[in-house]
């Protein structure tokens, strides 16, 4: 790291707990460097019960901005000034402003969804997807794919179906979106669900180190040429999911890029600055070393 600190220094950060495997802070620090900007990103591990104190403290240091992930991001809402249309139907903030006290809250996951899916938005667009998972995540691909997409059906599955239902009632209420069918995450009958999707994302956990044995499905036939499948893990990169996928001739999509754009969003709302995501992105790659 080339950055040093100076009086001046804008500190940004990251809020969760526990903070671990977090690239964040290598993504922003080089970003930082290449732009040769006076900041730093820092990590700050804040158990939920020293959230409100975290924040006053974050408005008294006059922190200029920070990230939030896990567990923080539906309870930092009560905290801020504004927050934006996406991250209010979204229900989740991953990104905060601070304007002289007054904080802004962001969903910068949509930016990182859109830029990887929209070199196929023509292939997407008024197609049938499917969608795996009711969780956090799960509910920003909701958001971007209604929003920019106009799915003409979405399969939402889930290992416990209840959950994709009751995901399916709230964005049919606060997107008026009509055409979701859930099922329950059972391989067999997902083969067909899968064939009929032109676009499949994996938005839970399976396959996530360390059980990167795990997948989705195994079933080869589930996949097939001209579709396309976008994992939001990140690590590995290469996931089993993907592997099937592209082994079976469909287009793999990993959850880097996104990692690189919802960061890249993030930076340009702190520092106004545009973040050089290619030479990030080959950074981390070779801090990877994939
Ligand atoms: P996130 O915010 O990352 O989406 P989350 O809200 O905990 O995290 O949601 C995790 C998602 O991954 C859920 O859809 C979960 O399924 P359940 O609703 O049935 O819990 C899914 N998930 C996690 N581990 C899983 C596993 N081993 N098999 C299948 N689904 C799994």
Excluded: C
Aim: glycine share 6%; no cysteine; hydrophobic share 40%.
């Amino acid at each position: 790291m080339k950055n040093s600190v100076h009086l001046n220094t804008k500190i940004l950060g990251l809020i969760g707990h526990p903070l671990k495997h977090s690239y964040s802070p290598f993504i922003h620090n080089i970003a930082i460097d290449l732009k040769e900007i006076d900041y730093i990103y820092l990590p700050f591990d804040i158990p939920t019960s020293n959230l409100k104190n975290a924040v006053r403290g974050m408005i008294a240091l006059g922190i200029r901005g920070f990230n939030v992930t896990i567990p923080h991001k539906e309870n930092i809402i009560q905290f801020m000034s504004n927050v934006s249309e996406e991250a209010s139907i979204i229900g989740a903030v991953n990104t905060v402003v601070n304007e002289l006290g007054k904080l802004s809250g962001y969903n910068t996951d949509v930016n990182g969804i859109l830029e990887t899916l929209n070199p196929f938005k023509e292939e997407i667009f008024g197609n049938e997807i499917s969608i795996i998972g009711a969780g956090g995540a799960s509910r920003a691909v909701i958001y971007t794919l209604i929003r920019y997409f106009k799915p003409s059906k979405i399969f939402l599955v889930n290992r416990t179906e209840q959950r994709a239902d009751s995901l399916k009632n709230y964005f049919q209420d606060k997107m008026k979106y009509n055409s979701f069918k859930t099922k329950e995450l059972f391989p067999p009958d997902l083969v067909e669900v899968f064939r009929s999707s032109k676009l499949i994302v994996n938005a839970t956990s399976v396959g996530m180190y360390p059980d990167v044995d795990d997948s989705i499905t195994m079933l080869a036939d589930s996949f097939a040429k001209g579709q396309i499948v976008f994992d939001l893990v990140y690590n590995p990169i290469q996931t089993n999911l993907l592997k099937l996928a592209s082994s079976n001739g469909a287009i793999a999509l990993d959850g880097l890029k996104m990692l690189v754009y919802q960061a890249a969003k993030s930076f340009e709302l702190w520092t106004s600055e545009t973040m050089p995501v290619e030479q990030v992105y080959k950074s981390l790659q070779l801090f990877l070393k994939v």
